[in-house]
């Protein structure tokens, strides 16, 4: 059986409007899945049910995480921050690390992965890293940019089956220290942690770039989608 994957979305507050890039959808529909988006709101009741049906989590890209929950004042730069989604996403992962529901966080959503078990980000990665990479990508989504190195003894080099990939990059944030559990696994060569995972869980994984948008065109991308799928153990 084709198990749900529950996507989380971003919510446009002015407009008053739940979205989600198509590229989400397409990479769960193509990996085996059944792609179920999750709006950003309600409550701690309206969040443990999602898991009755939802046997795997994706926190998909999108604005900044309000800096309060890992104790830090704004960074002059710090962008458009959503308050529900902020809350609704940090109920999300603890409601799916309590059930071992596999979970893939990208870009944004490798940052509040993060810090909802207690890691910390850079809130302007040129503010405390000497001569960043360029990491908001002027080419197109669907083209990598930049090297990534991954740890040959991580389970995101063997789904990958490789130790330098080459990503897109959409970002001007990234995790400074990992939560407790996490392992760094991969980085970019200017030293900005690009990929995280937790040993303890069935699967845990945060990467910076977005896989989602390079499905099409590149293998390793589509196995690590098909990784994650086939975590959920219901294929």
Known sequence: MRPLIGISCSYDQK???Y???????EAVIGAGGIPV???GAGSVKTVTPYFEAV???ILAGGGDVDPAYFNE???PSLGEITPDRDR????LIKAALRRNIPVLGICRGIQILNIACGGTVIQHIPS???KPLKHSQSAPHWYPTHRVLL???SRLSQIMTATTIRVNSFHHQAIRDPAPGFEIVATSRDGVIEAIEHSKHRFVVGVQWHPECLTEKDRKSRLLFKAFIEATGSK
Do not use: Q, S, T, W
Request: avoid cysteine; charge should be negative; charged fraction near 35%.
């Open 15 to 17: 407009e008053g409007r």
């Open 19 to 25: 979205f989600l890039n198509e590229a989400y959808v």
């Open 37 to 39: 988006i999750l709006p």
């Open 55 to 57: 046997k795997g989590l």
């Open 73 to 75: 004042e704004p960074h």
């Open 88 to 91: 609704f996403e940090m109920m």
């Open 128 to 130: 405390e890293i000497r």
């Open 151 to 153: 740890d040959k003894a």
